[in-house]
Every structure is written in structure tokens, then in C-alpha cells.
């Protein structure tokens, strides 16, 4: 199998036990599965690879965060993703 999954957070995957154990599951059963995530401390690295699950940590200025009102809009995608 050559399927894709794609997981956006608002958080920085290190603490949803549930978004965890779906994307392990996932790629128990043959999915190549990303997690873009929010590190909106800074505190994790900005790359790694956890039980299979490739994560992507974004970051934005601060200075940012404090203007918009949406946290939405605040999630950049990464090129190539």
C-alpha cells in the first residue's frame, strides 16, 4: 500500500493521546503518515520521527501570534508537504 496521511495539530504532538494512537495505528497498517504541528513554545524539536509518524514542528513569531485573533491562520504549510 502507498497511502499518504496528512494530520495539521494546533498543538505540538507531545501530549493528545488520542491523535497518537490514531496516526501509530496508522502506520502499523502501511500508511506513511506526517503530522504538521504547532509548537507554539519553542520547546520540542522542529523534526523528528516518532514510532513512525514523521513530525514537522512550525513555529511562528511571536509577534504574529499576538496579531491574529485565529489560530487558524496562524498555521503555515510548508512547502513541499
Avoid: C, Q
Wanted: proline fraction near 7%; avoid cysteine.
Amino acid at each position: 500500500m502507498n497511502s499518504n496521511v496528512l494530520m495539521i495539530l494546533n498543538n505540538g504532538y507531545t501530549h493528545d493521546p488520542r491523535v497518537t494512537a490514531e496516526a501509530e495505528s496508522l502506520v502499523k497498517h502501511g500508511y506513511k503518515v506526517k503530522v504538521i504541528a504547532w509548537d507554539r513554545k519553542k520547546e520540542y524539536p522542529s523534526y523528528e520521527t516518532i514510532n513512525g509518524v514523521e513530525v514537522i514542528r512550525i513555529r511562528i513569531p511571536s509577534i504574529i501570534d499576538k496579531l491574529l485573533p485565529f489560530e487558524i491562520l496562524k498555521v503555515p504549510i510548508p512547502k513541499g508537504t
